[in-house]
């Protein structure tokens, strides 16, 4: 069976020495604001498969922002 996934990648513009504390620490007003961002834009590539297709979806949302 054929399933699309969705992944949203998240990460520092800075090098982090412990990953685990990183991840698992509350967010940050800034940090906050870039995440719901981030959803927006996952909300709106969601939309775009049901309309027009993966293809078209993965075109437009797999690059780098």
Not at 12 to 33: E, I, M, N
């Amino acid at each position: 069976t054929e399933f699309a996934r969705f992944g949203i990648i998240i990460g520092p513009p800075h090098t982090v020495t412990d990953r685990v504390k990183f991840v698992l620490s509350p967010w940050g007003k800034a940090q906050l604001k870039v995440a719901l961002e981030v959803l927006r834009r996952a909300a709106d590539a969601v939309e775009m498969v049901l309309a027009e297709g993966m293809a078209p979806a993965m075109t437009r949302y797999n690059a780098a922002v």
